[in-house]
């Protein structure tokens, strides 16, 4: 009979510790808030996922509400997960608005998107707007996992200067704030974020040093090779899997630091990495999804471009900046173009959640034991109105969302009751966040 072995377990090396991701060997998972040791209760997680400039609603609102809707164009690559993805209109980030500051809805929407608190007009360093949903989580359960929350995406975070008409860059480029004065900025390197998922401790530098050299997984060989004894054939199998999926990643990160830079359209490009944009949200997403699955936290933010990104996209035949065709000014080939750019982050989307489904935990999927929020803080990127925004929530929550849905809300009904509602899930309950006035029903 195979011996249990803690949910706790790591691979250890010199300088490196592979977290695990959930084995036979540990044990039955149990239900969310069940009285299951805590050790192995099956941990829940929630990632926020934020795209710039609103959408076209036209092709992203289904006409239906309830189970039976028809995805429309933009969420059509949604597909395949489909009864895992719940369509939320009508929600409002309120405080996105000018309430009396005048311009500045781009640096707004983002700053309020998980916050529900009006962000300080200055470009300065006195900013200030609230905490976050994410980092409300991270304080309260962050001591159970190695990272309390992972914050990433495809562009860099500015903390100085002035890019939005008198708001600081933090606001535009920031999307998870530890306190109303402190933001977390993300990382944008797949080569940092891997490293701080799998490095640490003395001697970490020595294995950043040889990591062109050797894999991670050299480092902690003879740790897992007396952890696979131990297992049973499908554990062993598991496992296998868990460290390939390590190794590709490694393997194409070292492949895109070696490659060329490919040939930049005439427009100038946003800073950040100068590669294969498709291939970075999905490192990034593949790091998400270790990240989850091995347990390393059980919170992060992933946002796919800055706000007011003015990214082109030629590979999908789009070679106007993204926020010049945001003001469409109603122009059906620039709306065209705005659904071309929604929908190819929208398969992003479905990259990411079709790989969370793939993951077996127990009797559920990793899926089941998440809640994806994606969407943004602008809604008509003509109109800068944060009303009616673009959300979805994807995933079951342990069990504890009824999913496969567009409900409908009230009109102007905080986005802020939904960053409530899954604290809950996440047994991190507070009283409110920023302009919340209460949870969002008919979740369940």
């Given at each position: ?342 929908r190819f982050h929208v398969t992003q989307l479905a990259y990411l959640l079709n790989r969370l489904k793939n993951i077996r935990e ?83």
């Open positions: 009979m195979t011996r249990l072995i803690s949910r706790r377990t790591v691979l250890q090396g010199l300088g490196a510790s592979i977290a695990l991701p959930w084995l036979e060997a540990m044990g039955p998972l149990s239900a969310w808030a069940s009285q299951a040791p805590a050790a192995n209760r099956t941990p829940m997680r929630m990632a926020f996922l934020y795209v710039p400039n609103g959408k076209n609603m036209v092709e992203w609102t289904p006409t239906a509400t309830g189970a039976d809707f028809t995805l429309p164009r933009i969420l059509q690559p949604l597909a395949e997960v489909r009864e895992y993805v719940s369509v939320l209109t009508g929600l409002t980030a309120d405080k996105a608005r000018p309430n009396g500051d005048g311009p500045g809805d781009h640096a707004r929407a983002m700053a309020a998107f998980l916050t529900g608190a009006q962000p300080r007009k200055t470009a300065g360093s006195d900013i200030r707007v609230g905490l976050s949903v994410d980092q409300a989580a991270a304080a309260r359960i962050g001591s159970q996992t190695r990272l309390p929350s992972l914050e990433i995406g495809a562009d860099p975070s500015a903390l100085a200067g002035n890019c939005d008409s008198g708001y600081s860059c933090a606001y535009s480029s920031t999307i998870s704030w530890r306190s109303a004065t402190q933001p977390m900025p993300k990382l944008n390197n797949p080569r940092q974020i891997f490293d701080r998922l799998f490095t640490s401790g003395p001697d970490a530098n020595r294995v950043r040093a040889d990591r062109n050299r050797r894999s991670i997984l050299d480092f902690v060989r003879e740790d897992a090779a007396g952890l696979q004894n131990r297992l049973g054939i499908n554990d062993r199998r598991k496992l296998e899997e868990y460290l390939g999926a390590i190794r590709d990643i490694e393997q194409r990160i070292e492949r895109a630091a070696r490659l060329p830079e490919p040939r930049r359209p005439n427009l100038t490009l946003p800073t950040g990495i100068p590669r294969d944009y498709q291939e970075h949200l999905r490192l990034l997403a593949d790091l998400l999804v270790l990240a989850f699955q091995a347990d390393i936290t059980r919170v992060s933010t992933f946002v796919f471009a800055n706000e007011g990104s003015n990214k082109p996209y030629p590979f999908i035949e789009v070679r106007e900046g993204h926020h010049d065709l945001s003001h469409h000014g109603n122009d059906r080939t620039k709306l065209q173009k705005i659904g071309t750019i929604n127990g009797d559920r999927t990793l899926l089941d034991n998440c809640m994806i929020a994606y969407g943004s803080g602008n809604s008509d990127g003509n109109r800068h109105n944060h009303d009616d925004l673009p959300i979805l929530l994807c995933g079951r929550g342990s069990g504890t969302i009824r999913s496969g849905r567009h409900v409908r809300y009230a009109r102007n009904t905080p986005l802020n009751n939904l960053w409530l509602s899954m604290l809950d899930r996440m047994g991190t309950r507070v009283d409110r966040l920023g302009d919340s006035t209460g949870r969002l029903g008919e979740l369940t």
